[in-house]
């Protein structure tokens, strides 16, 4: 039997008529909303009234919470946060269930994950949402500025949370990643099991594998903690969690996508200690640190970073912030996300779902009067029209770009729609970058390699004669797999008066890119080879990070 309409129901019980009800469906969908809220915003009907009529429509019992008082070891049963979080008020135990009263009956099939968590069985009734709101005030003294912590980490209540078997797992997974290092989660759900997966020093590693039943509650506990809507399955959302594990302040940043087998979950995880590093301990040394530093110090003109995802590029230029944030000097970010704060640095979020995004805080940013801005990513003509106006305008911008070098950055800029003579007024040098694994200090070994494996880092048997090199061997310590941290590998092409001549006359990549080696620039694969000849890394690992260049001059 088809569920009857909530109109048809008051229209019964005479609440509403025709005429009402149109007059609601018209507000409906001017503003959004569900029909029952719009007749209440009309003053046709009151919360318990539509409140009666929704127990009606759904087959099940209503209750009023303004009558009588819900004993304490029942509220007792289900944790503020979680209460908060479902929208339910416990009101009695029988026949081994907890009653729960709800103000939207459609919401019910929420309960199931609820029962995932705390092991309980629950039944539903319908009640008012006013005397829901008084009840969350009179029973957990939930107010707007008392809302629960969407974190698992803060153990504040342990003795409502601890013994959750979802909760405590879902710990444990994140515990586990920091003290690894991991840099991401996976939960990937599959047909017969929940892949947990950790991304370590840029390799992702299955970690384990749990039964495939566990995979809604893992993720609906997810999803409480980065405060997102447990109930939409079909849309990708994002979140984020703040956190304290093994006695660090970790940010997280969660991103949920729906697969065939169900939703697949990623957690970035952020050390708000560890990844403000400086730019020594980057990889920088020699005359590419001496360079970088005369860069980053001019007044004016644009520096851009590039490289793929996950490359590096957002810890270098915090690492040059860090270097030039002084009292006196002004500077704006603009970051989708914010990763790390930085004390004395204006930063704002971008907000793409109420239109502030890159180009408009950029606007914004240039009458605040800063020396430097950073622009978290250059992605469309509009906010590389206005990064370039204000390099020509006596700003420093810092930015990023996904290119898979520094020349193709130019080129990059100029298929956004810059013209190619403001392209090469304004920009001042181009950072290319990757992140190579570092060998274990405590069991890399040295061994003589040929001159065919030399070669395919650009390096002779002359040059490599009485330097040691080495390899991954594998020991306790770097859990096996011969590597233990990240360095970066740079290439850095700086803007001289020929690049400038070229850039304006719209030369192609492989010109651009020869000019830069003959001005000097290093490749990547010349850096790599150096960090191996330092002993830093190993050939297998430069040789998975970066490709033959097309050019070696």
Request: charged residues 25%.
């Amino acid at each position: 039997m088809a569920r009857q309409l909530l109109g048809q129901i008051l229209k019964e019980q005479g609440l509403v008529d025709d005429k009402q009800i149109d007059d609601a469906v018209r507000l409906q969908n001017e503003g959004g909303g569900k029909l029952g809220q719009a007749l209440i915003r009309l003053g046709y009907l009151n919360d318990e009234q539509l409140a009666r009529a929704l127990a009606r429509q759904a087959k099940l019992p209503f209750v009023d919470l303004a009558k009588g008082r819900i004993a304490e070891e029942v509220i007792a049963l289900v944790p503020a946060n979680l209460a908060q979080e479902y929208g339910i008020i416990p009101i009695k135990v029988q026949g081994g269930e907890v009653i729960v009263a709800m103000a939207d009956p459609l919401q019910s099939f929420n309960l199931e994950n609820l029962s995932f968590l705390l092991n309980m069985r629950f039944r539903c009734a319908v009640a008012a949402e006013a005397t829901m709101r008084e009840a969350f005030r009179r029973y957990y003294r939930i107010e707007a500025e008392a809302r629960p912590e969407p974190v698992a980490g803060r153990k504040k209540k342990a003795e409502e949370d601890d013994d959750a078997p979802i909760i405590r797992l879902v710990d444990n997974i994140i515990e586990d990643a920091v003290r690894v290092r991991a840099s991401d989660i996976h939960l990937e759900p599959f047909e017969e099991e929940l892949r947990v997966r950790y991304r370590v020093d840029g390799v992702c590693k299955t970690v384990a594998r749990h039964p495939r039943h566990l995979h809604g509650p893992v993720i609906s506990r997810m999803k409480i903690m980065a405060g997102m809507d447990i109930s939409e399955k079909r849309k990708p959302q994002d979140g984020r969690i703040m956190t304290r594990v093994l006695s660090k302040d970790i940010d997280m940043r969660v991103s949920i996508l729906p697969a065939v087998k169900g939703e697949s979950i990623v957690c970035r995880i952020l050390d708000k200690v560890e990844g403000l590093v400086s730019l020594e301990k980057l990889g920088f040394d020699g005359e590419d640190l001496k360079r970088f530093e005369k860069i980053i110090k001019r007044p004016n003109g644009i520096f851009l970073v590039t490289g793929p995802t996950g490359s590096g590029k957002t810890t270098t230029l915090y690492a040059a912030l860090k270097r030039l944030n002084q009292p006196d000097v002004k500077i704006i970010t603009a970051e989708n996300p914010i990763e790390y704060n930085l004390k004395g640095v204006n930063q704002c979020q971008v907000r793409h779902s109420i239109g502030l995004d890159f180009s408009r805080i950029l606007r914004a940013m240039l009458r605040q009067a800063p020396n430097i801005i950073l622009v978290g990513e250059i992605r469309d003509h509009e906010t590389a029209a206005i990064a370039t106006q204000a390099a020509l305008t006596g700003h420093l911008v810092f930015s990023t770009l996904h290119t898979n070098d520094a020349p193709s950055a130019i080129t990059r800029l100029v298929d956004m729609g810059v013209p190619s003579y403001m392209v090469s007024t304004s920009l001042i040098a181009v950072l290319a970058q990757r992140l190579v694994r570092t060998l274990c200090q405590h069991c890399k070994e040295a061994f003589e390699p040929t001159a065919a494996e030399l070669m395919t880092i650009g390096v002779n048997i002359e040059q490599a004669r009485g330097r040691s090199v080495y390899r991954a061997k594998g020991c306790e310590r770097c859990g096996f797999n011969g590597y233990s941290g990240r360095i970066g590998i740079f290439e850095l092409m700086f803007m001289d008066e020929h690049l400038r001549e070229l850039t304006f006359n719209g030369a192609s990549h492989l010109e651009l890119r020869r000019q830069a080696m003959l001005a000097g620039m290093s490749s990547l694969r010349a850096d790599g080879a150096r960090k191996v000849l330092a002993g830093r890394t190993s050939i297998e690992e430069v040789l998975r990070v970066v490709s033959q260049e097309a050019i070696e001059v």
